[in-house]
Protein backbone atom coordinates (compact mmCIF):
# COMPACT_ATOMS: atom_id res chain seq x y z
CA UNK A 1 0.00 0.00 0.00
CA UNK A 2 1.51 3.29 -0.94
CA UNK A 3 1.51 5.12 2.46
CA UNK A 4 3.14 8.72 3.41
CA UNK A 5 3.36 9.19 7.31
CA UNK A 6 4.09 12.13 8.78
CA UNK A 7 5.40 13.27 12.46
CA UNK A 8 7.49 15.65 14.06
CA UNK A 9 4.78 18.51 14.71
CA UNK A 10 3.89 20.23 18.19
CA UNK A 11 3.98 23.46 20.29
CA UNK A 12 6.97 25.78 19.76
CA UNK A 13 7.37 29.12 20.49
CA UNK A 14 8.29 32.36 18.05
CA UNK A 15 11.75 32.08 16.12
CA UNK A 16 12.45 28.48 17.51
CA UNK A 17 12.84 25.62 15.54
CA UNK A 18 11.14 22.36 14.56
CA UNK A 19 11.63 19.31 11.77
CA UNK A 20 9.07 17.40 10.44
CA UNK A 21 9.48 13.94 8.83
CA UNK A 22 7.66 11.95 6.49
CA UNK A 23 7.75 8.24 6.63
CA UNK A 24 7.04 7.02 2.64
CA UNK A 25 6.32 3.39 1.75
CA UNK A 26 4.97 1.52 -1.13
CA UNK A 27 6.49 3.25 -4.16
CA UNK A 28 10.20 3.68 -5.35
CA UNK A 29 10.77 6.82 -3.53
CA UNK A 30 14.47 7.56 -4.33
CA UNK A 31 12.71 8.25 -7.73
CA UNK A 32 9.95 10.36 -6.48
CA UNK A 33 9.96 14.04 -6.54
CA UNK A 34 7.73 15.39 -2.89
CA UNK A 35 6.04 18.46 -1.76
CA UNK A 36 4.94 20.05 1.39
CA UNK A 37 1.98 21.74 1.78
CA UNK A 38 0.29 23.53 4.82
CA UNK A 39 -3.08 24.20 6.00
CA UNK A 40 -3.36 26.86 8.53
CA UNK A 41 -6.63 27.38 10.35
CA UNK A 42 -9.68 28.39 8.51
CA UNK A 43 -7.70 28.83 5.50
CA UNK A 44 -6.88 26.88 2.24
CA UNK A 45 -4.35 24.56 1.33
CA UNK A 46 -0.45 26.02 0.04
CA UNK A 47 2.66 24.99 -1.24
CA UNK A 48 5.16 25.46 0.77
CA UNK A 49 7.95 23.63 -1.13
CA UNK A 50 9.46 20.98 -3.28
CA UNK A 51 12.30 18.34 -4.05
CA UNK A 52 13.15 16.66 -6.85
CA UNK A 53 15.42 12.90 -6.76
CA UNK A 54 18.47 13.09 -6.80
CA UNK A 55 18.39 11.29 -10.13
CA UNK A 56 16.90 14.55 -11.19
CA UNK A 57 19.29 16.93 -9.26
CA UNK A 58 17.78 16.96 -5.80
CA UNK A 59 16.92 20.51 -6.65
CA UNK A 60 14.41 22.50 -3.95
CA UNK A 61 11.95 24.89 -4.46
CA UNK A 62 10.37 27.15 -1.65
CA UNK A 63 7.21 29.21 -1.53
CA UNK A 64 7.91 32.93 -0.55
CA UNK A 65 6.75 33.25 2.99
CA UNK A 66 8.85 30.09 3.85
CA UNK A 67 11.97 30.77 1.76
CA UNK A 68 15.35 30.79 4.19
CA UNK A 69 14.11 29.50 6.96
CA UNK A 70 12.60 25.85 6.07
CA UNK A 71 14.50 23.34 4.17
CA UNK A 72 13.41 20.12 2.39
CA UNK A 73 15.79 17.51 2.48
CA UNK A 74 15.63 13.55 1.92
CA UNK A 75 17.07 10.40 3.16
CA UNK A 76 16.61 7.90 -0.10
CA UNK A 77 17.94 5.23 2.20
CA UNK A 78 15.38 5.52 5.00
CA UNK A 79 12.96 6.69 2.47
CA UNK A 80 11.67 9.43 4.37
CA UNK A 81 11.34 12.97 3.92
CA UNK A 82 12.02 16.28 6.23
CA UNK A 83 11.16 19.76 6.53
CA UNK A 84 13.40 21.71 8.51
CA UNK A 85 11.81 24.75 10.33
CA UNK A 86 13.45 27.86 11.88
CA UNK A 87 13.30 31.15 12.83
CA UNK A 88 9.60 30.36 13.01
CA UNK A 89 6.64 33.03 13.08
CA UNK A 90 2.94 32.72 14.40
CA UNK A 91 1.89 32.57 10.95
CA UNK A 92 3.40 29.16 10.19
CA UNK A 93 1.12 27.43 13.00
CA UNK A 94 -0.70 24.79 10.21
CA UNK A 95 -1.54 21.09 9.34
CA UNK A 96 1.57 20.04 7.01
CA UNK A 97 1.20 17.36 4.50
CA UNK A 98 4.06 15.34 2.74
CA UNK A 99 2.82 14.65 -0.60
CA UNK A 100 4.22 13.14 -3.65
CA UNK A 101 5.04 15.59 -7.06
CA UNK A 102 4.45 13.27 -9.78
CA UNK A 103 4.29 13.34 -13.48
CA UNK A 104 1.05 11.65 -14.61
CA UNK A 105 0.54 11.29 -18.50
CA UNK A 106 -3.00 12.37 -20.20
CA UNK A 107 -3.26 12.34 -23.82
CA UNK A 108 -0.09 11.73 -24.51
CA UNK A 109 1.14 14.56 -22.31
CA UNK A 110 3.07 14.57 -18.83
CA UNK A 111 1.66 16.66 -15.83
CA UNK A 112 1.74 17.26 -12.42
CA UNK A 113 0.32 16.65 -9.93
CA UNK A 114 0.51 15.76 -5.98
CA UNK A 115 -1.11 12.50 -6.04
CA UNK A 116 -0.15 10.51 -3.06
CA UNK A 117 -0.88 12.77 0.35
CA UNK A 118 -0.36 11.89 4.56
CA UNK A 119 -2.84 12.41 6.96
CA UNK A 120 -0.31 15.71 8.26
CA UNK A 121 1.06 16.77 11.55
CA UNK A 122 0.25 19.90 13.19
CA UNK A 123 2.00 22.74 13.89
CA UNK A 124 1.56 25.33 16.52
CA UNK A 125 3.84 28.51 16.72
CA UNK A 126 2.35 30.36 20.26
CA UNK A 127 3.88 32.25 22.93
CA UNK B 1 2.69 34.15 -9.14
CA UNK B 2 -0.30 32.68 -10.57
CA UNK B 3 -3.72 33.26 -8.74
CA UNK B 4 -6.41 31.19 -8.70
CA UNK B 5 -9.80 32.32 -7.75
CA UNK B 6 -12.37 29.33 -7.23
CA UNK B 7 -16.12 30.26 -7.22
CA UNK B 8 -17.87 29.86 -5.33
CA UNK B 9 -16.59 29.72 -1.78
CA UNK B 10 -19.14 27.77 -0.41
CA UNK B 11 -22.34 26.35 -1.53
CA UNK B 12 -25.20 23.80 -0.56
CA UNK B 13 -26.58 20.46 -2.02
CA UNK B 14 -28.68 17.61 -1.49
CA UNK B 15 -27.73 14.12 -2.22
CA UNK B 16 -27.91 13.71 -6.07
CA UNK B 17 -27.55 17.24 -7.00
CA UNK B 18 -25.10 18.39 -10.18
CA UNK B 19 -22.47 20.66 -8.61
CA UNK B 20 -20.41 22.69 -10.61
CA UNK B 21 -17.07 24.62 -8.99
CA UNK B 22 -15.43 27.09 -11.56
CA UNK B 23 -11.71 28.20 -11.51
CA UNK B 24 -10.01 31.00 -12.76
CA UNK B 25 -6.33 31.50 -13.12
CA UNK B 26 -5.12 35.02 -13.31
CA UNK B 27 -3.06 34.19 -16.68
CA UNK B 28 -2.88 31.43 -19.23
CA UNK B 29 -2.01 28.05 -17.68
CA UNK B 30 -2.71 25.87 -20.87
CA UNK B 31 -4.41 22.58 -19.56
CA UNK B 32 -1.90 22.42 -16.14
CA UNK B 33 -4.59 22.75 -13.54
CA UNK B 34 -5.37 20.06 -10.65
CA UNK B 35 -8.67 19.31 -8.55
CA UNK B 36 -8.70 18.16 -5.37
CA UNK B 37 -11.22 17.01 -2.65
CA UNK B 38 -10.14 17.82 1.34
CA UNK B 39 -12.32 16.03 4.32
CA UNK B 40 -11.29 17.47 7.93
CA UNK B 41 -8.56 14.98 9.70
CA UNK B 42 -8.45 13.25 6.25
CA UNK B 43 -5.69 13.79 3.30
CA UNK B 44 -6.16 15.64 0.45
CA UNK B 45 -7.08 13.20 -2.88
CA UNK B 46 -6.34 14.30 -6.25
CA UNK B 47 -9.05 14.03 -8.41
CA UNK B 48 -8.50 15.48 -11.60
CA UNK B 49 -5.65 16.43 -13.09
CA UNK B 50 -4.32 17.83 -16.48
CA UNK B 51 -7.55 19.80 -16.53
CA UNK B 52 -9.68 16.75 -17.38
CA UNK B 53 -7.91 13.82 -16.81
CA UNK B 54 -9.62 11.20 -13.96
CA UNK B 55 -7.25 10.31 -11.06
CA UNK B 56 -7.01 6.81 -10.80
CA UNK B 57 -10.08 4.77 -8.65
CA UNK B 58 -11.86 8.39 -8.63
CA UNK B 59 -15.45 8.14 -9.25
CA UNK B 60 -16.89 8.99 -12.93
CA UNK B 61 -19.19 11.25 -11.49
CA UNK B 62 -16.71 13.34 -11.34
CA UNK B 63 -15.38 15.47 -14.32
CA UNK B 64 -13.25 18.62 -15.53
CA UNK B 65 -13.64 20.67 -18.14
CA UNK B 66 -11.65 23.66 -19.35
CA UNK B 67 -8.08 25.21 -20.62
CA UNK B 68 -6.35 28.62 -20.49
CA UNK B 69 -7.77 30.58 -17.82
CA UNK B 70 -11.18 28.96 -16.83
CA UNK B 71 -11.53 25.35 -15.33
CA UNK B 72 -14.87 23.62 -14.04
CA UNK B 73 -15.09 20.87 -11.86
CA UNK B 74 -18.47 19.15 -12.25
CA UNK B 75 -19.92 16.47 -10.17
CA UNK B 76 -23.12 14.73 -11.75
CA UNK B 77 -24.76 13.31 -9.14
CA UNK B 78 -23.32 14.07 -5.15
CA UNK B 79 -23.07 11.57 -3.10
CA UNK B 80 -22.97 11.33 0.85
CA UNK B 81 -19.27 10.88 0.77
CA UNK B 82 -18.27 14.52 -1.40
CA UNK B 83 -19.80 17.11 1.14
CA UNK B 84 -16.08 18.23 1.59
CA UNK B 85 -14.39 21.25 -0.13
CA UNK B 86 -12.65 21.13 -3.06
CA UNK B 87 -9.48 23.00 -4.36
CA UNK B 88 -8.22 23.75 -7.82
CA UNK B 89 -4.43 24.22 -8.20
CA UNK B 90 -1.99 25.49 -11.25
CA UNK B 91 1.12 22.71 -11.88
CA UNK B 92 2.03 25.04 -14.77
CA UNK B 93 5.05 26.61 -13.23
CA UNK B 94 6.09 26.78 -9.60
CA UNK B 95 5.38 28.27 -6.84
CA UNK B 96 2.51 26.14 -7.32
CA UNK B 97 -0.37 27.49 -6.03
CA UNK B 98 -4.49 26.63 -5.26
CA UNK B 99 -7.58 27.96 -5.02
CA UNK B 100 -9.04 29.70 -1.92
CA UNK B 101 -11.87 26.43 -1.85
CA UNK B 102 -15.25 25.91 -2.19
CA UNK B 103 -17.11 24.13 0.53
CA UNK B 104 -19.66 21.83 -0.49
CA UNK B 105 -22.44 21.30 2.27
CA UNK B 106 -25.58 19.64 2.87
CA UNK B 107 -28.90 21.28 2.58
Known amino acids: EVQLVESGGGLVKPGESLTLSCAASGFTFSIAWMSWVRQAPGKGLEWVGRIKSKTDGGTTEYAAPVKGRFTISRDDSKTTLFLHMNSLKTEDTAVYYC??????????????????WGRGTTVTVSS | DIQMTQSPSSLSASVGDRVTITCRAS??????LNWYHHKPGQAPRLLIF???GLQSGVPSRFSGSGSGTDFTLTISSLQPEDFASYYC?????????FGQGTKVEIK
Open chain 2, 50 to 52: AAS
Open chain 2, 27 to 32: QSISSY
Open chain 1, 99 to 116: TTDSRLRHLGYYYYGLDV
Open chain 2, 89 to 97: QQSYSTPWT
